[in-house]
Structure formats: C-alpha cells, structure tokens
C-alpha cells in the first residue's frame, strides 16, 4: 500500500534548510548561499522511494518581520505547522537560541510530532558539545528525538527517511513517482538568477531584489530554449551596480545562471536579463502580489 509523508523544514535563517532540502531530494530545488533570508516562498521536495513518498517543505526562516515581506514568509513558515506530518525543526551546532526559534519551539508544543536537528556537525571536533547541545534541546520536551547531521557532506543524513516513515499517513501519492519538486521551471530559472545575484552583489542590495520570468519559449527547430528574465531593485543606484560598468556583472550573473538552468533543463539556454526598478516593492502589498508572495 502506497503512503506520504508531509514534512516541513523550519528553523532560523541560515541554518541550512534549503541545504537539507536539496541533499535529502538530491537536485538543487532549493537557492543556497551564505546570506541569511534566501528563501522566500514555501518549496517542495519531493521523493518517492517505493511505496512511500516524502514532500519536503522548505520554509524561509523565521525572524522578527521588518517589512510586508518579511511579514509574509513568517507566515509562510508558520501555515506550512499546519499542513504537514512531522516538522524537521533545524538548529545551529552552538550559540544561544533565538528569541524566534524559542516562539516556534512553543508553537510546535502545539502543532504536532516534531524532531529536532542540529545540523552542521562538521563544524564540531567536540563530542561533548554536541551531546551538551542535544541534551538542551531534549528538554523543551518538545521532539520525538534529537538528530545530529550536515547537509552539507551528508553525515547523518541516510536514517532521516527511515525516520520520517512512521508519520505517514496510507494514501494515494500526492506527485509523479519522478517529480522531485512543485515548483515550475520557470520558477527554479527565477530562483537560479536571484542565487547568482545574491551571490555576487554587495550586501546591501540582495534583499531588495527579486526576480520574474518573462518568457520562456522552447525553439522548434533546435535544442534551444530563449528565456527573458526580469530582475527587479528598489533603487536608481542599485540598477547601477546589478548591471555593473560596462554591463560587467550583470554579463557574470547571467552567464553563471545560464550553466545551471542549462544543467537543469538539459538543453542549450540564451538567457537574457532586464533590470528594473520598483521602487519599495518589498512594502508594496500589490507589488507582493504580483510578484507572487503569498498572502498573509
Ligand atoms: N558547515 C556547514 N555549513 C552548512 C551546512 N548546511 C548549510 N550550510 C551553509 O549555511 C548557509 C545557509 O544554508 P541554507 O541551506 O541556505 O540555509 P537556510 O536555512 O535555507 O537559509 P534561509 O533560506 O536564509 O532561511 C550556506 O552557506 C550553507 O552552505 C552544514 O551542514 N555544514
């Protein structure tokens, strides 16, 4: 008999969501980098190992909102509790913990079976660091158990479906046995683009920046795939630096973006790049919407 198992993955931001998600699906369906608040929408992972099928749910981590969009992916990480079978609630290896992360240990004393994971061990070189860290978070009381692993070199990472299965509830399969991800292509082209960005921007203009595809048309004729990308800024100065002199960086994201949407499609991709500007999109509720960030 077939089954799925609905999991969210929670925690702060940075702490390696997105990396756990791609290690556990094994594709990229999630952007990583090493700025805190990459994701923004709610992903999903998908995979099918026999009978039983795990939907991931990346959530962007969850902080103190300082705008209407920081408003909407807190939601967005709180609605997805409701939604699942077990929420994977990530922690750092050290460090105290959040004011937010102590607000989600709460609202998972509500919401369900939780399990808690500290992740990036291969930072570690104590053991009795470790079991200190685990020890404290086995006493909110909150998680069936406590499990240590990197998503980054995949130590630990080969039990978690063997885990996760008990939670799962008899059922059709909600996705393709070989679907991997919900999200359209379009949308991982998008994602890819504002990875590169975020990658090679200075600090300050990152947030302020988000991405849409135009358009995306398959050549008859060719193996080939044009795809028009708009990316967006808040600022006058900032369309100035994401294009660079003499078009420099913008030429270095696009190009970087081209590799990986052409691994990802598997074809020859001619991506092309706009800049615009929109000025306080991340404040506007219209602007949000059209730019597809769920509602509150
Ligand atoms: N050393 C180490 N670094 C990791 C590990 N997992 C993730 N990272 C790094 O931590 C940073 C953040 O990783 P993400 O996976 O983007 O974190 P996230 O929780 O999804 O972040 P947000 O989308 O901002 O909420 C990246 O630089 C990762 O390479 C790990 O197991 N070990």
Redesign the pocket.
């Known amino acids: 008999m077939t089954s799925s198992v609905f999991v969210a993955?929670v925690?702060?931001?940075?702490?390696?969501?997105?990396?756990?998600?791609?290690r556990l699906v094994g594709e990229k369906v999630?952007?990583?980098?090493?700025?805190?608040?990459?994701?923004?929408n709610r992903i999903m992972g998908i995979v099918t190992k026999g009978p039983v099928q795990y939907v991931l749910m990346?959530?962007?981590?969850i902080h103190k909102p300082r705008n209407k969009l920081d408003a909407r992916m807190t939601q967005t990480a709180s609605a997805s509790l409701a939604d699942v079978d077990v929420t994977l609630m990530?922690f750092e290896p050290a460090g105290d913990f959040t004011e937010s992360e102590l607000t989600m240990v709460e609202a998972l004393r509500k919401a369900g079976p939780a399990i808690a994971v500290v992740?990036?061990?291969?930072?570690l070189s104590d053991f009795a660091a470790l079991e200190a860290r685990k020890k404290k978070i086995e006493e909110f009381g909150v998680f069936d158990r406590v499990l240590a692993?990197?998503?980054?070199?995949g130590?630990g990472c080969d039990d978690i479906f063997a885990i996760l299965k008990p939670y799962g509830s008899p059922g059709p399969h909600y996705f393709d046995d070989d679907a991997y991800t919900d999200l359209p292509e379009k949308e991982l082209v998008a994602e890819l683009v504002r990875e590169k960005a975020l990658l090679f921007l200075r600090d300050e203009i990152p947030h302020g920046i988000a991405v849409t595809v135009e358009s995306f048309k398959e050549r008859p004729d060719k193996d080939l795939i044009d795809i028009s990308v708009e990316i967006y800024c808040e600022r006058k100065s900032h369309k100035g630096m994401i294009i660079g002199k003499g078009g420099q960086m913008l030429k270095k994201i696009a190009s970087a973006a081209r590799a990986d949407c052409e691994e990802l499609l598997g074809t020859k991709v001619n991506l092309q790049c706009w800049v615009k500007i929109r000025e306080d999109w991340r404040d506007n509720e219209r602007q949000l919407d059209n730019l597809g960030f769920a509602k509150p």
């Open positions: 993955l925690g702060r931001p940075n702490v390696g969501k997105s990396s756990l998600t791609n999630a952007i990583v980098t090493q700025k805190p608040q990459t994701t923004r990346d959530t962007p981590g990530l992740n990036k061990v291969d930072l692993l990197s998503a980054r070199d130590t």
